[in-house]
Structure formats: structure tokens, C-alpha cells
């Protein structure tokens, strides 16, 4: 059985564009994790998402393994990208769109092969 840490790592490095937060991208349950996915989504490319209040164990164990203490998590290409602030901050200079753009151009033709 895989332990939580392994479980994590595993979902950074099989998902290209991943965002930790709290709910889901229909039903934020807070404000940042909100912020967060709508930045994410005007960007117009798919991303997967873990719901960390369905997974403790990850809640507990993610800001350990990112250095990071708070959520939503953007990770991109298995680097973090950083938290709501950054997120939108990336977004409102113009610089999260082509970030997702490119990730998943260069992601979808390995999806199709």
C-alpha cells in the first residue's frame, strides 16, 4: 500500500496541470480556492483537482511535501506555482494563461499517442 507522501507525489508527476483546494472547481468551499480555479479556468485548458477535504490525509501531509502551508495548490508540470495570491496575481499580469496553454499543448500530444 502506498503511503500518502507517495500517493501525492504520484498525482504531481501523472497530472500535468493540478490544483489542491478546498471543494471541488463547481463548488469551491472557500473564497481562495474559488479565486483560485477561476483564474485557472479562464485559461480555458483542463486540469485535475484534489479535494482536500475529502482526503485528510493529504491535507495533512501536502504542506510538508510542497513547503507550502496553505491551500489551493497549483502545481504545473510538478512544480509548485504557489497559492490563491500568486495565482491570480499570475493571471492579472498576464502570465498564467500562456503557463496552462503551453503545459497542455505540449501534454495533449502526449495524451493522443
Known sequence: MSTTVEN???QISENPILIYMKGTPQLPQCGFSAQTVQALMACGERFAFVNVL???D??????????????????VEGELVGGCDIVVEMYQSGELEPLIKETAAKHQDDAEQ
Open 58 to 75: 493529504i491535507r495533512a501531509e501536502l504542506p510538508k511535501v510542497a513547503n507550502w502551508p496553505t491551500f489551493p495548490q497549483l502545481w
Open 8 to 10: 501525492i507525489q504520484r
Open 54 to 56: 475529502d482526503n485528510p
